[in-house]
């Protein structure tokens, strides 16, 4: 995926000027920052001695080729398919690392992949990569960098952020995989001998359990380029994308982190009651007719 994000950091000039005004003429220089952080993130993004430094953003629009291969009683993946939706979320990736760097930030929290698919446009997709940038108030905030000098890149919200550097780890990057998948229709004989059955089915079983595999095992391998300790917050999601019902996407994501020292005493957890849930809705009951009530006249 590096040799992806290098050939996809291009970004438009207007957004390079906006980022080098936000940066300003020295690091010194108080700025505006923009950022999508809750009131409680950006409280312990500070508190743990970082600074949100601007909104960031990248995307990509794609055109995926064709597949050719039809084989309707199959279970096969569709490479190309594969390959176009990695493709594009690694080039949306790419531009938004490429503001945060602008920025000189260490790196990007809160990172959100959004995917988006016009009807007017059938055949293709579009990747929206969005997160806050953010940078460590001392010099020392340049080791959270990557080995490549590079912002790392986080899925963590605030609150996770804080609480996995005090585990001793910091984050590397975001670790993707994907794999889009074809799974095999039945044959008339097969459906006829499991209809009004409770009976797994074999085909459909083995191609989702094969597709999810492949997926988790490509974010794997993305995690372990970067000589990752670890991923956290691992997801795995299902989409059709409004293909043929019979062809599915799944894409695992996670943060690969580093660990790189002993972690701090941690508190005991404590248990917490919120005050502040929303109120159920109050249900009225019907009120019951008086004895003797009726129509005026009976």
């Known amino acids: 995926m590096t040799d992806l994000r290098e050939r996809g950091a291009e970004i438009p000039d207007s957004a390079r000027r906006r980022l080098q005004d936000m940066r300003g003429p020295t690091a010194d220089t108080p700025r505006l920052f923009t950022s999508d952080l809750s009131v409680n993130e950006f409280l312990l993004i500070e508190q743990a001695g970082f600074e949100p430094i601007g909104f960031v ?10 597949q050719w291969t039809v084989q309707p009683f199959q279970n096969y993946e569709l490479d190309v398919l594969t390959q176009a939706l990695y493709s594009s979320r690694a080039y949306a990736m790419a531009r938004m690392e490429e503001e945060a760097a602008i920025l000189d930030a260490d790196g990007v929290v809160g990172v959100r992949l959004e995917i988006g698919k016009p009807a007017w446009a059938q055949s293709m997709v579009e990747f929206n990569a969005v997160g806050t940038a953010i940078r460590h108030r001392q010099a020392e905030g340049r080791a959270f960098r990557r080995s490549d000098d590079r912002p790392f890149t986080s899925d963590l919200s605030g609150q996770e952020f804080f609480t996995l550097l005090r585990t001793g780890c910091h984050p590397l990057e975001l670790a ?30 083995q191609a ?61 957890p404590q248990f917490v009651l919120p005050l502040n849930d929303p109120v159920p809705p109050v249900l009225e009951a019907p009120v019951p007719a008086m004895p003797g009530a009726g129509k005026v006249g009976e």
């Not at 095999?184 to 459909?204: D, H, I, K, M, S």
């Not at 492949?214 to 994308?241: C, F, I, P, Y």
């Open 57 to 66: 953003m990248g995307s990509s629009f794609f055109h995926t080729g064709i």
């Open 176 to 205: 993707m995989g994907n794999c889009v998948y074809h799974v095999g229709r039945r044959g008339t004989r097969q459906v006829l001998a499991q209809f009004g059955r409770n009976v797994e089915l074999p085909n459909y079983t």
């Open 208 to 268: 989702l359990y094969t597709a999810r595999e492949l997926a988790l095992e490509r974010m794997q391998a993305d995690a372990e380029r970067v000589k990752a300790s670890g991923v956290v917050g691992v997801k795995v999601t299902q989409q059709n994308h409004g293909w043929n019902a019979h062809v599915l996407e799944f894409f695992a994501i996670g943060t690969a982190v580093i660990r790189v020292g002993a972690p701090a005493a941690l508190p005991e």
